[in-house]
């Protein structure tokens, strides 16, 4: 395991801090660890209105909080089910800019028991920021998300 990854580990083994406050700290760290991450935020699925919503984050403030699925690259993560790694996000059609420093942007589906809650959203502010180490590593961090997510936690009552 790197050094990350033995934080994150630890993080979720801390019982003083509710889940919630555990996934702010989770982005302020990959944020604050990763000089290529510029932007670090969860949103999460309301699978009744197909809206995702965003829940924590660490970096500019976004007036984006709510994005129909299908829309901008989140949008089409929520349907896709699938990474999307966007090495140049000005050759996107289907792109919601947050920041006009943003040039590159990697999302990773979230699962809890096989259902696509969310997904994690990372921007750069370097062109072609990410590769498939970004893309493993970030699936791990899902994973560890889901192996301690309570069961009777609610994404939707924890957003900004
Ligand atoms: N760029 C995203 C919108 C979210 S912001 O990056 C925080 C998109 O196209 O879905």
């Excluded at 670090?40 to 209105?49: C, N, R």
Aim: negative net charge.
């Amino acid at each position: 395991m790197t050094a990350i990854q033995e934080q994150i580990s630890e993080l979720f083994k801390n019982e003083t801090i509710d889940f919630g406050e555990k996934l702010s700290a989770l982005c302020t760290l990959l944020n604050q660890s990763l000089p290529h991450y510029t932007w670090v935020g969860f949103y999460f699925a309301d699978h009744l209105s197909k809206t995702l919503h965003l829940g924590p984050y660490s970096g500019a403030e976004t007036e984006h909080t709510s994005i129909p699925f299908g829309k901008g690259i989140c949008g089409q993560v929520a349907v896709s089910n699938q990474n999307f790694l966007v090495p140049d996000v000005m050759t996107q059609d289907n792109y919601i800019a947050c920041s006009v420093t943003v040039k590159s942007e990697l999302v990773v589906p979230l699962f809890i028991d096989d259902l696509n809650v969310g997904q994690i959203d990372i921007d750069s502010d370097q062109i072609n920021a990410f590769d498939q180490t970004d893309e493993r590593f970030l699936e791990w961090v899902n994973k560890e998300v889901a192996k301690h997510w309570p069961s009777d936690f609610n994404p939707l009552a924890h957003l900004n």
